[in-house]
């Protein structure tokens, strides 16, 4: 993330993740080691819990190679972080990707690789997006 957060695209993410049913807690700005490396902690009453943290990336297809390239410092971070909690359950580790062309892409960071989770979208699957059939 660059050095100003960028605080309407904490908002998008916020309430996407809200509308899955996340009750969602934003971290606020600043290094405290009692805090996970995350600008968003997501939590459902299953006991799942996602930290996210949000990464800007300008007219760029974001990919699990350009997660690792240009997100080193947050995947060493997660890592860390995941390690210390490895014995707890229902903990999820991610990077999400923004651009203004892709909007958001989700990668969960694991302990030895990388991968792209499905979007999420804002509708459910019982109502589709409004528009004809082209």
């Known amino acids: 993330m ?5 605080r309407l695209i904490e908002d998008g ?10 009750k969602v807690r934003v971290l606020p700005v600043g290094f405290n080691k009692r805090l996970p490396p995350a600008h968003l902690v997501a939590t459902r009453p299953s006991g799942e819990t ?6 800007k990336l300008f007219h760029q297809s ?22 210390l909690h490895s014995g707890e359950t229902g ?14 892409r989700r990668f969960e960071v694991q302990q030895d690789s990388v991968r792209e ?8 699957q019982s109502s589709p997006p409004a528009g004809g059939i082209a």
């Open 2 to 6: 660059t050095s100003r957060r960028g």
């Open 13 to 22: 993410a916020r309430e996407l993740l809200q509308f899955h049913g996340y």
């Open 50 to 55: 996602r930290f996210i943290r949000i990464t």
């Open 62 to 83: 974001s990919s699990v190679q350009t997660v690792e390239q240009r997100c080193y410092v947050g995947l060493a971070q997660l890592r860390k972080h995941q390690a």
């Open 91 to 104: 903990l999820h580790y991610e990077i999400w990707c923004y651009s203004l062309s892709y909007g958001f």
């Open 117 to 124: 989770i499905p979007k999420l979208t804002l509708y459910s």
